[in-house]
């Protein structure tokens, strides 16, 4: 017998496990699909942690919250000068399963979909395909999260800005074994710039974050330009640098680099391209290591401990929506009857060329509207994430994780509420 769900949401990352949980919490029949074997996504194959801080206004929070404590409870989570969204990764990952768990969604590791059932403008179900075996799903609701916009693209959708731009993609990685309490002090004497570099002690774990990229005046300025001239770095090593301890992890670090250089940007929808990408990536992990190893008191027995499943892609497709959010509408602050999020982090372009990067912080909080996740071409097709439909410059604010936890519960909401199941 043929399997119905409400809800079927493809792609496990942030914004898909928010839209899952949340239609599941609310009682809808509910099927997550997942091509990884675990959940989270950026937060866990890509090692994006500590999530971006946003608006104190946020709106529909209820999933970024309910993971917040699961982690509190594993001990993978800190508040760290006011942002609740420092993670493990690791443990995320547990904490995702316990909550689809609690909301009742069927979840499917391993598992891609392979074709799409169409009636008119409406998507009747999904051929599904684990190793060797195929099945059919029907559903009333496809959402998808998968970043690249993978049922709409099977679905034959229509997609914003035909040549389309992309950003500088990036490899993360963690070392283990760094001494924080030497190392924290170092950075502190060192940098007295508090916007740059900062320290805590949270729960008895020593915190701390710093960073230094190509333009601007950074303290760290002198140490990288003698690791270039000494060969220990690439110049293209030193654009972007950045590096935040981990709840639950006392003598480990993540970094949120190298970002991997190519003129033009890497298309991350093209495998040659991505496969390259993550072998220069891996070499330049090398490098940072080894100049953290030998500049940065406190990594002399530090090693690499994790190096992430997925490159961080900042943006690939962008669907054509029933609305087409804009950056004038972003600058502006406008208002919309039915918005999924509320959010004020910058307009954040990262270019492969010094002094092009883009850092555009608004004046005010802006929305977003639920008819931007929402396809042009299927009344039952929804996106969340990365694949909304917004302008290239408008999409570069909103990619970040506490807007897709947003993006994918104000969806489900939107399903329960104001469409027929």
Not at 63 to 68: E, G, K, T, W, Y
Request: charged share 20%.
């Amino acid at each position: 017998m043929q399997k119905h769900y409400d809800v079927v949401v493809v792609g496990g990352g942030t914004a898909g496990c928010a839209a899952a949980y949340t239609a599941g919490k609310l009682g809808l029949t509910t099927l997550l699909i997942e091509k990884n074997i675990h959940l989270g996504g950026s937060i866990t194959s890509g090692l994006v942690i500590p999530a971006m801080k946003s608006s104190g206004n946020q709106i529909n929070t209820d999933f970024f919250n309910a993971l917040i404590l699961e982690l509190q409870d594993l001990g993978g989570q800190v508040t760290y000068f006011d942002n609740p969204g420092w993670f493990n990764p690791e443990l995320c990952k547990i904490a995702l399963d316990r909550l689809m768990a609690k909301a009742n969604v069927e979840v499917l590791f391993d598992t891609h979909v392979t074709a799409i059932d169409i009636t008119d403008k409406v998507i009747n179900g999904l051929t599904i395909t684990s190793q060797m075996l195929s099945v059919y799903i029907a559903a009333t609701n496809i959402v998808d999260a998968t970043g690249n916009c993978e049922v709409g693209t099977l679905a034959g959708c229509t997609f914003l800005d035909a040549e389309n731009k992309f950003q500088p993609v990036s490899l993360r990685f963690e070392m283990g074994g760094v001494g924080l309490k030497t190392f924290g002090k170092w950075i502190m004497d060192y940098d007295k710039d508090s916007n740059v570099t900062t320290s805590a002690v949270i729960g008895g774990q020593a915190h701390l974050s710093t960073a230094f990229t190509d333009s601007g005046e950074w303290a760290l300025v002198p140490i990288f330009e003698d690791a270039v001239e000494n060969n220990v770095l690439k110049v293209e090593d030193t654009g972007y640098f950045q590096l935040f301890t981990i709840p639950g992890k006392p003598d480990a670090v993540a970094f949120n680099c190298p970002r991997i250089y190519s003129n033009p940007e890497i298309n991350p929808l093209d495998n040659a391209q991505t496969s390259e990408a993550l072998i220069k990536g891996r070499e330049a992990i090398i490098r940072l290591a080894n100049f953290c190893k030998i500049y940065f008191p406190g990594f002399k027995n530090a090693y690499i401990s994790n190096i992430a499943d997925a490159l961080g892609v900042r943006v690939s497709r962008r669907i054509k929506g029933k609305y087409i959010y804009t950056v004038e509408d972003l600058r502006s602050g406008k208002k919309f009857d039915n918005p999924v999020l509320v959010g004020n982090y910058p307009i954040d372009v990262h270019s492969n060329r010094p002094e092009k990067s883009v850092l555009e912080h608004t004046m005010q909080d802006y929305q977003l509207p639920v008819e931007a996740l929402m396809s042009a071409d299927y009344d039952n097709l929804f996106v969340a994430g990365r694949c909304i439909s917004a302008d290239f410059y408008a999409q570069a604010a909103l990619r970040i994780q506490p807007s897709c936890f947003s993006m994918g519960e104000g969806v489900s909401k939107y399903i329960i509420f104001t469409r027929k199941l």
